[in-house]
């Protein structure tokens, strides 16, 4: 036992030696050679917990951070020989994972051929190609989703367990890829054919080192997550995830762990901000959020039950029809003209029926445009619960000419 001690003690001492001369700004091939002739192979977690003792010896996080890709450079082969992480669909590694996919998809696939035909098109294609890039790159930005997924959920658990210095490092790098990444996608917006060079060149670094992210992810830090993290806090990284979004894809079904009560202690252990809320199956929201919202609609709404009655009405600031809170609980034919309420049944029956999923009226009335819509409201059996009506003055969108750009 004591020999193996003394080895572990003498592999940690010759990779922070190999990590010192790098720093010290020797060769990449002469270090490599040093560790592929001492150590050879390397765990996953081996490389994060050296430069954290280094940074605990004092070795400036920032410093560590610069030198990264030169770490993983140096290690590559050996990480790369290590057995590929597997996790259940669902799981939040699995989703990093896909998203990961889906990422080299879209720079492999798409922003790459783009920018190889930049590099030889003519003048006057390059700017509607800069033009497809700009478009491609917004794509590339649903990266901060899977970045701050990884910061705000899955760092401080690791931080927890005493894992400190990996976390700060890339982080420092998932900040220096946002920055490259909403610089780009300025030059690409304001494209110019004299810093044509210059644009490519900052795309082809900035994929690279979205590439070098997603090797450092799943080589050294998931695997080294996968062996720290318990179930119940998985479980409550999965339940916290709806809220800061995914990057390119939708994550796979439901995953419980594989204890049943682990899911019962997950619950309780639910975060501050996410208790008393409303889970749909596209976010999470408050009922103040979600009453704020319908209050913030352009549009009026107002929603019938399958017994046709008034559920509920939203309170936006110029409704074009009154509502009170009168109307709550009576039956619809009760609250329209009696010369124009066997339209509305009609209708209604007809949702009910399954003949007809919607229609729309328009008028004029006062100097509003009104244009009505309803709506029959199934399930997802085709089950009929209720009739939604949509109410909107139009008159100003009719008026809208030209275009208007974001960038505007």
């Not at 990422?103 to 920018?115: A, C, D, R, T």
């Not at 900052?202 to 070098?212: C, I, P």
């Not at 209604?348 to 003949?355: D, M, Q």
Request: with cysteine.
């Amino acid at each position: 036992m004591s020999e193996l001690i003394n080895n572990r003690e003498h592999r940690k001492h010759i990779l922070k030696e190999i990590i010192r001369e790098l720093h010290a700004g020797k060769p990449v091939h002469e270090v490599k050679a040093k560790f592929d002739a001492t150590v050879g192979g390397l765990d996953a977690g081996e490389l994060s917990l050296i430069e954290q003792s280094l940074i605990d010896e004092g070795l400036p996080v920032g410093e560590v951070q610069r030198l990264c890709d030169v770490h993983s450079a140096v290690f590559r082969d050996a990480l790369d020989k290590n057995q590929a992480l597997e996790a259940v669909p669902g799981h939040p590694l699995h989703t990093f994972m896909e998203e990961n996919r889906a990422l080299e998809s879209l720079i492999n696939g798409q922003i790459g051929p783009l920018l190889a035909e930049l590099k030889t098109a003519e003048t006057g294609k390059a700017a509607a190609l800069a033009a497809s890039l700009a478009d491609k790159l917004n794509l590339l930005w649903d990266v901060e989703k899977h970045y701050s997924r990884k910061e705000n959920l899955l760092f401080p658990y690791l931080e927890h367990y005493g894992i400190t210095a990996p976390p700060k490092v890339m982080w420092g790098v998932d900040d220096e890829i946002r920055s490259a990444l909403k610089e780009l996608k300025k030059r690409a917006v304001d494209y110019r054919d004299a810093a044509r060079q210059d644009l490519l060149s900052a795309a082809e670094e900035l994929l690279g080192k979205v590439a070098e992210m997603i090797f450092k992810e799943e080589k050294i830090l998931f695997p080294m997550a996968a062996e720290t993290l318990t179930e119940e806090e998985w479980h409550q990284i999965w339940r916290d995830s709806d809220e800061l979004g995914f990057c390119l894809i939708e994550p796979a079904d439901e995953w419980r762990p594989a204890r049943a009560s682990v899911a019962d202690e997950a619950e309780l252990l639910a975060d501050s901000r996410t208790k008393g809320a409303i889970r749909f199956t596209t976010g999470i929201l408050t009922p103040a959020e979600l009453e704020l919202i319908f209050r913030h609609l352009p549009v009026d709404i107002t929603f019938v039950d399958k017994d046709d009655t008034v559920k509920y009405f939203s309170a936006t600031k110029d409704r074009i029809f009154a509502r009170t809170r009168t109307i709550i609980g009576r039956k619809v034919e009760n609250c329209h003209p009696p010369a124009s309420v066997h339209i509305v049944e009609k209708l209604v029956n007809e949702f009910k029926a399954g003949t007809k999923d919607e229609e729309a009226f328009w008028l004029r009335l006062g100097g509003k445009y009104v244009h009505i819509r309803y709506f029959a409201v199934r399930n997802e059996a085709g089950e009929y619960l209720g009739t939604l009506e949509v109410t909107q003055d139009i008159g100003p969108l009719q008026a809208i000419t030209g275009e208007k750009r974001i960038m505007d």
